[in-house]
């Protein structure tokens, strides 16, 4: 009944294992990845026609994370998996980058790619597995792929490089100071595809050589991806892209000089509209076939990108006029919101952010539900990418892929500088807005949320920027890397490369090549020239911080003190009864966390110090010979009781209250006074014993002290 083919080898400290002919039949490919005891199946398939019109290559990829995997149920009053989450969005993007140039020029079938993760081990990050999957089912499924793909994770201890490290060891990085690397690369026999990387602060030689470690270690998943299709591989899908030289020249013919003189106009509202003109003419001047052929729009890009790439490799010459390495006019501005706690506007050329920081509490950190358990986060990014922002009149909703992603990159970049907890008891939460685009959106947010988290107080260990580089290649092997890309050369080029990090080193590395992949020796290259672009931005940066940068008077103001794990239970106390009357006559927020760390939270710092001193009064135990203040309670014929030090009772004998004989407590106390005792210390069944003749009960000071002084 079954075909089955099933291949494995050892890969890492893991078995890897591929199979097929026994799942999802009827799908063009379908494979279950499997390593360690992580499963998951990918599942292809792609339509046999192009739809009417269609003008672009219609690839859709979904990751999902089902948490039966994890032997989990949903959380919500559903219970059931919901919206994607984010890190499924993320994964989704990380298989499309790589997979997405190797189709065939010119295919435009829709093309579904769905990975879904069975198993989970908590040791196997499934990210990898799904990617593997998926290359591997879009290999055997006769689509025009020219895969297949491998992909790897690659850690960085002690100047080594660790290939797939466990996912508790990728959590949470910055509390992690061994582990200086979370990068994932994919990319075929020949070349890199895609690289994205969260780092600190490493070297350009540190990260060129994981990303080439990385592409040496996926050569034998490749080799087994190649091994399974050679015995269960589709028929490859008779598809012939179509020949539309004849219109190619005809658009050639009726437009180029008008397309050369648009895109010689360096403002860029100028030069769109300057493009659209020249379009509309081209079109005018064709025939009514040469219009209605579905390869015209085709036709149109490889004009663009023909005006566009042969400038700039041949001449040097790029749309605005600037030299290959040149980064734009850079302007920095912080403080230009007075409410909020930290704000920066960053604007480089026509791409501008608005970035603004919100220093919140532990209420306010996010909580992240995932397959391997429930964690919180206490940094935020959130980017927001409006029509207007390139002029444009579009549908406003809730953030899509793009926006995720790019806001998960800035996240990456900054996150490596960002204080210790302990040290910055702070949630903190950035927001990206940008206003104008053209070129890098997202390490405008970069810089902008580094000047923006600065002009809020966050003591950062350094400032971040970030440059997006581009590459444009010909056939010949000519190549030109340009430093801080237009929109027109991101889109019209082969690469768009984007390094961000302090002036010590990267922090975070990101990826996508349209063509075959690149060279090292061009990564290499790319990443000097970064490195000498992002040192400038951070020059002009500092250039808006002129002086010490003060703590916002309109954020809450946090104080942590440690306390005993075993005297937790005492502060929360019953049913949180303590905590929460600490809470109520103090004024003042109180986190608690199961390492004994307490947060007090308020506007007003004597809330913070009642509650401080409340809870001081539980967990502190009280000194022999110290001197406190108290009240008494309780009035005896032996004695006064006296609550001293929290709720804590001692009892000051008829005999230690004066230095003279009294026949009653009464005489000179009543319940409710405050009076100043000393801790004489504790008899043998650890009854406090207190005194207060020695005390100067104006003063609080100890009598004998001070007339020793005197002789």
Same mark, same amino acid.
């Given at each position: *009944?079954?075909?089955?083919?099933?291949?494995? *080898?050892?890969?890492?400290?893991?078995?890897?294992?591929?199979?097929?002919?026994?799942?999802?039949?009827?799908?063009?490919?379908?494979?279950?990845?499997?390593?360690?005891?992580?499963?998951?199946?990918?599942?292809?398939?792609?339509?046999?026609?192009?739809?009417?019109?269609?003008?672009?290559?219609?690839?859709?990829?979904?990751?999902?994370?089902?948490?039966?995997?994890?032997?989990?149920?949903?959380?919500?009053?559903?219970? !059931?998996?919901?919206?994607?989450?984010?890190?499924?969005?993320?994964?989704?993007?990380?298989?499309?980058?790589?997979?997405?140039?190797?189709?065939?020029?010119?295919?435009?079938?829709?093309?579904?790619?769905?990975?879904?993760?069975?198993?989970?081990?908590?040791?196997?990050?499934?990210?990898?597995?799904?990617?593997?999957?998926?290359?591997?089912?879009?290999?055997?499924?006769?689509?025009?792929?020219?895969?297949?793909?491998?992909?790897?994770?690659?850690?960085?201890?002690?100047?080594?490089?660790?290939?797939?490290?466990?996912?508790?060891?990728?959590?949470?990085? !910055?509390?992690?100071?061994?582990?200086?690397?979370?990068?994932?690369?994919?990319?075929?026999?020949?070349?890199?595809?895609?690289?994205?990387?969260?780092?600190?602060?490493?070297?350009?030689?540190?990260?060129?050589?994981?990303?080439?470690?990385?592409?040496?270690?996926?050569?034998?998943?490749?080799?087994?991806?190649?091994?399974?299709?050679?015995?269960? @591989?589709?028929?490859?899908?008779?598809?012939?892209?179509?020949?539309?030289?004849?219109?190619?020249?005809?658009?050639?013919?009726?437009?180029?000089?008008?397309? !050369?003189?648009?895109?010689?106009?360096?403002?860029?509202?100028?030069?769109? @509209?300057?493009?659209?003109?020249?379009?509309?003419?081209?079109?005018?001047?064709?025939?009514?076939?040469?219009?209605?052929?579905?390869?015209?729009?085709?036709?149109?890009?490889?004009?663009?990108?023909?005006?566009?790439?042969?400038?700039?490799?041949?001449?040097?010459?790029?749309?605005?006029?600037?030299?290959?390495?040149?980064?734009?006019?850079?302007?920095?501005?912080?403080?230009?919101?007075?409410?909020?706690?930290?704000?920066?506007?960053?604007?480089?050329?026509?791409?501008?952010?608005?970035?603004?920081?919100?220093?919140?509490?532990?209420?306010?950190?996010?909580?992240?539900?995932?397959?391997?358990?429930?964690?919180?986060?206490?940094?935020?990014?959130?980017?927001?990418?409006?029509?207007?922002?390139?002029?444009?009149?579009?549908?406003?909703?809730?953030?899509?892929?793009?926006?995720?992603?790019?806001?998960?990159?800035?996240?990456?970049?900054?996150?490596?500088?960002?204080?210790?907890?302990?040290?910055?008891?702070?949630?903190?939460?950035?927001?990206?807005?940008?206003?104008?685009?053209?070129?890098?959106?997202?390490?405008?947010?970069?810089?902008?949320?580094?000047?923006?988290?600065?002009?809020?107080?966050?003591?950062?260990?350094?400032?971040?920027?970030?440059?997006?580089?581009?590459?444009?290649?010909?056939?010949?092997?000519?190549?030109?890397?340009?430093?801080?890309?237009?929109?027109?050369?991101?889109?019209?080029?082969?690469?768009?490369?984007?390094?961000?990090?302090?002036?010590?080193?990267?922090?975070?590395?990101?990826?996508?090549?349209?063509?075959?992949?690149?060279?090292?020796?061009?990564?290499?290259?790319?990443?000097?020239?970064?490195?000498?672009?992002?040192?400038?931005?951070?020059?002009?940066?500092?250039?808006?911080?002129?002086?010490?940068?003060?703590?916002?008077?309109? @954020?809450?103001?946090?104080?942590?003190?440690?306390?005993?794990?075993?005297?937790?239970?005492?502060?929360?106390?019953?049913?949180?009864?303590?905590?929460?009357?600490?809470?109520?006559?103090?004024?003042?927020?109180?986190?608690?966390?199961?390492?004994?760390?307490?947060?007090?939270?308020?506007?007003?710092?004597?809330?913070?110090?009642?509650?401080?001193?409340?809870?001081?009064?539980?967990?502190?135990?009280?000194?022999?010979?110290?001197?406190?203040?108290?009240?008494?309670?309780?009035?005896?014929?032996?004695?006064?009781?006296?609550?001293?030090?929290?709720?804590?009772?001692?009892?000051?004998?008829?005999?230690?209250?004066?230095?003279?004989?009294?026949?009653?407590?009464?005489?000179?106390?009543?319940?409710?006074?405050?009076?100043?005792?000393?801790?004489?210390?504790?008899?043998?069944?650890?009854?406090?014993?207190?005194?207060?003749?020695?005390?100067?009960?104006?003063?609080?000071?100890?009598?004998?002290?001070?007339?020793?002084?005197?002789?």
């Amino acid at each position: *009944m079954f075909n089955e083919v099933k291949k494995s *080898m050892q890969w890492g400290q893991e078995t890897l294992t591929l199979e097929t002919g026994k799942v999802a039949r009827q799908a063009d490919g379908s494979v279950i990845a499997t390593l360690g005891e992580t499963s998951v199946m990918a599942n292809v398939t792609f339509a046999r026609a192009q739809k009417p019109g269609q003008d672009f290559f219609p690839l859709t990829v979904h990751y999902q994370e089902k948490y039966y995997a994890a032997g989990k149920v949903p959380g919500g009053f559903f219970k !059931r998996e919901a919206r994607p989450t984010e890190k499924e969005t993320l994964t989704s993007r990380l298989i499309d980058r790589p997979i997405r140039p190797l189709f065939v020029p010119g295919f435009k079938n829709e093309v579904l790619v769905m990975c879904t993760v069975l198993s989970h081990d908590m040791v196997n990050d499934p990210d990898m597995v799904a990617m593997i999957a998926a290359s591997a089912a879009l290999t055997i499924s006769g689509a025009p792929f020219r895969g297949p793909i491998g992909a790897c994770r690659v850690g960085f201890v002690d100047g080594e490089y660790i290939l797939n490290p466990e996912i508790d060891d990728m959590h949470n990085l !910055r509390l992690n100071p061994e582990q200086r690397l979370d990068l994932v690369v994919a990319g075929t026999k020949d070349a890199v595809m895609m690289v994205e990387s969260e780092a600190y602060e490493l070297t350009e030689a540190e990260m060129l050589g994981a990303v080439t470690f990385a592409h040496e270690q996926i050569q034998p998943v490749i080799d087994l991806i190649i091994d399974l299709a050679e015995e269960c @591989a589709k028929e490859p899908f008779d598809f012939q892209p179509e020949d539309y030289s004849e219109l190619s020249a005809a658009v050639k013919a009726a437009g180029e000089d008008a397309m !050369r003189a648009a895109y010689a106009i360096t403002d860029k509202q100028e030069r769109t @509209a300057a493009v659209a003109a020249a379009k509309a003419s081209i079109i005018e001047a064709l025939t009514d076939e040469q219009k209605e052929d579905g390869n015209l729009g085709a036709a149109l890009k490889k004009l663009e990108s023909n005006v566009l790439r042969g400038d700039v490799v041949k001449n040097g010459k790029r749309i605005d006029g600037r030299a290959l390495d040149t980064i734009r006019p850079i302007v920095s501005e912080t403080g230009i919101l007075p409410r909020t706690h930290g704000s920066a506007l960053f604007t480089r050329g026509e791409t501008q952010g608005l970035v603004v920081t919100t220093l919140g509490t532990g209420d306010d950190e996010q909580m992240i539900d995932s397959l391997t358990g429930m964690y919180k986060s206490n940094f935020m990014l959130h980017y927001n990418f409006p029509p207007y922002s390139v002029g444009e009149v579009g549908r406003v909703s809730g953030p899509g892929r793009r926006e995720i992603g790019h806001g998960k990159l800035a996240w990456r970049a900054l996150q490596a500088v960002l204080p210790a907890a302990t040290d910055f008891p702070y949630t903190i939460r950035l927001v990206s807005e940008i206003t104008e685009s053209n070129g890098s959106s997202s390490m405008a947010s970069v810089c902008g949320g580094s000047l923006s988290m600065m002009d809020a107080g966050v003591p950062l260990k350094s400032p971040v920027a970030g440059v997006a580089m581009g590459l444009v290649m010909e056939d010949d092997g000519d190549y030109a890397i340009l430093s801080d890309i237009l929109g027109d050369e991101d889109h019209l080029g082969d690469m768009d490369f984007k390094v961000a990090g302090t002036e010590n080193g990267i922090t975070s590395l990101q990826m996508d090549i349209k063509i075959a992949g690149i060279t090292s020796d061009i990564m290499s290259k790319a990443l000097e020239q970064a490195k000498a672009g992002r040192l400038h931005i951070l020059e002009e940066m500092g250039k808006a911080l002129t002086g010490a940068q003060e703590f916002s008077v309109h @954020a809450p103001k946090i104080e942590t003190m440690q306390i005993p794990t075993d005297k937790i239970r005492e502060v929360i106390g019953s049913g949180g009864k303590v905590i929460r009357e600490i809470v109520e006559t103090s004024g003042a927020k109180v986190d608690i966390n199961d390492d004994g760390v307490i947060k007090l939270a308020s506007n007003d710092a004597e809330a913070i110090k009642k509650a401080y001193d409340m809870i001081h009064s539980i967990v502190a135990e009280p000194e022999e010979g110290v001197i406190y203040k108290g009240t008494v309670v309780k009035l005896v014929d032996f004695g006064a009781f006296v609550n001293f030090f929290g709720k804590r009772d001692g009892l000051v004998h008829v005999s230690q209250i004066e230095n003279r004989r009294l026949n009653h407590p009464s005489d000179v106390l009543k319940e409710g006074q405050e009076v100043w005792v000393k801790l004489l210390g504790f008899d043998d069944r650890g009854k406090v014993r207190l005194a207060m003749k020695m005390v100067d009960q104006e003063t609080g000071k100890e009598v004998v002290k001070e007339e020793a002084a005197e002789e």
